[in-house]
Nanobody, 113 residues
Framework: QVHLVESGGGLVQPGGSLRLSCAASGISVSITTMGWYRQAPGQQREFVASISSSLTPAYADSVKGRFTISRDNAKNTVYLQMNSLKAEDTAVYYC???????WGQGTQVTVSS
């Protein structure tokens, strides 16, 4: 059974940075595609970024150049480095393994002055 646990969310000012972590168990992040999605209040969940087994990243247009997805195979953890944060990045961020339809519980990111 796949289990994903996100951490690292919080309150940050516009222009600031946060790094989200997703600790995985039940799968090896090095041999599969992992992703991050987000959901703002009153909106649908949307794709943010993904990383393939071959380390190929993909990003939503809204975060390109600001967010970076990476992973640590030894820790079986996926990261989302978020820089130059904007108010519109405020959302609950979810880690996912789509192949098994597994989702974490989410971590809140709030960008506000």
């Amino acid at each position: 059974q796949v289990h994903l646990v996100e951490s690292g969310g919080g309150l940050v000012q516009p222009g600031g940075s946060l790094r989200l972590s997703c600790a995985a168990s039940g799968i090896s992040v090095s041999i599969t595609t992992m992703g991050w999605y987000r959901q703002a209040p009153g909106q649908q969940r949307e794709f943010v970024a993904s990383i393939s087994s071959s380390l190929t990243p993909a990003y939503a247009d809204s975060v390109k150049g600001r967010f970076t997805i990476s992973r640590d195979n030894a820790k079986n953890t996926v990261y989302l480095q978020m820089n130059s944060l904007k108010a519109e990045d405020t959302a609950v961020y979810y880690c996912t393994h789509l192949r098994t339809a597994s989702w974490g519980q989410g971590t809140q990111v709030t960008v506000s002055s």
